[in-house]
């Protein structure tokens, strides 16, 4: 017997809904467990939740990698044939060259302008917390860049040079409201498969892969959002963050490729594909990201709820 078109619909929508929940549930558990905290009296009980959360965060994980761990396994082993593989990416890896970013360059009114960087910003876990997450144990020269890029992030030791306060600036300039209430689950998701990766360390090498397609793919979408919010009358300070990851994260990933990527791959053949799975996971969250603000600021003449 086929199911009615009525049935199909239904079972979306609850599959839809379901997904939501996951990530709020996810995003909420991730926003308290990286926070600095006292020890709790009730410590059994959050060991209890806290296992659960772990067993959600898990099965998201891997049903994610189902999705490409076939294509990273087969990625090469020789360290430069895998960096430039990886260095491919760039221009066939998934989101590349999506046509959203040149709308918000050109055409997007102020009103989706801020509703798309209200999803960019809740759905940001902090790239120089993941960094510092990822580093742990690292063989040193690997380790080493990763310091160097920290310290990037942290503003080479200067307040006003951090990153993570340059978007948070913007934030405030534009009102946006990141409670997860108000967010996709597919920004929610993007920022959920960040912190898995970071927090957990047989996920090491795919944090090292995500990572690093951040940096190598960021720079063009950055220098189009930049773009947009000069033409929409936004002064450089508030466009700080967009500006200076245009220009800066191309440094930051041939670097990355050669003092991270490279070494790793030379001493640990069989991280490859792990890294790979990383890079591919990556982008595909964000890929899936584009085509929902695509959805929601294409179709609907009003700003999405």
């Known amino acids: 017997m086929q199911l009615g078109p009525e049935i199909h619909a239904g079972a979306r929508i609850r599959a839809r809904n379901d997904e939501l929940w996951l990530q709020r549930r996810l995003t909420t558990w991730n926003g308290r467990r990286l926070s600095p905290s006292l020890p709790?009296?009730?410590?059994?009980?959050?060991?209890?939740?806290?296992?659960?959360?772990?067993?959600?965060?898990?099965?998201?994980?891997?049903?994610?990698?189902?999705?490409?761990?076939?294509?990273?396994?087969?990625?090469?082993?020789?360290?430069?044939?895998?960096?430039?593989?990886?260095?491919?990416?760039?221009?066939?890896?998934?989101?590349?060259?999506?046509?959203?970013?040149?709308?918000?360059?050109?055409?997007?009114?102020?009103?989706?302008?801020?509703?798309?960087?209200?999803?960019?910003?809740?759905?940001?876990?902090g790239f120089d917390d993941l960094v510092a997450l990822t580093q742990v144990k690292m063989p040193a020269i690997a380790k080493l860049e990763l310091a160097r890029n920290y310290w990037d992030e942290m503003g080479q030791g200067h307040e006003s040079g951090m990153h993570g306060p340059m978007l948070s600036r913007l934030a405030r300039v534009l009102g946006l409201r990141t409670e997860s209430q108000l967010i996709v689950s597919e920004s929610l998701a993007l920022g959920n498969l960040m912190v898995a990766f970071a927090t957990n360390r047989c996920f090491a090498y795919q944090s090292i892969g995500a990572l690093g397609a951040i940096e190598l793919t960021a720079p063009g979408r950055t220098e189009r959002v930049n773009q947009g919010l000069k033409r929409l009358g936004f002064d450089g300070e508030a466009r700080q963050y967009f500006a200076l990851h245009a220009t800066l994260d191309v440094k930051h990933s041939e670097a990355w490729n050669r003092e991270v990527l490279r070494p790793l791959v030379a001493a640990t053949p069989e991280a490859a594909p792990a890294i790979a799975e990383g890079a591919l996971l990556r982008l595909t969250a964000g890929a899936r990201c584009f085509e929902r603000y695509r959805r929601e600021l294409w179709l609907t003449p009003e700003v999405p709820g």
Request: proline share 6%.
């Open 40 to 125: 709790a009296s009730d410590w059994r009980e959050e060991l209890t939740s806290e296992l659960e959360l772990l067993r959600l965060e898990r099965q998201f994980v891997e049903r994610e990698r189902s999705g490409v761990v076939a294509t990273a396994a087969i990625v090469p082993r020789d360290p430069d044939a895998f960096v430039a593989w990886f260095e491919q990416l760039l221009h066939d890896g998934p989101g590349q060259g999506d046509a959203l970013f040149p709308w918000l360059a050109e055409s997007a009114p102020l009103e989706q302008m801020r509703w798309f960087l209200q999803q960019e910003v809740a759905g940001e876990a």
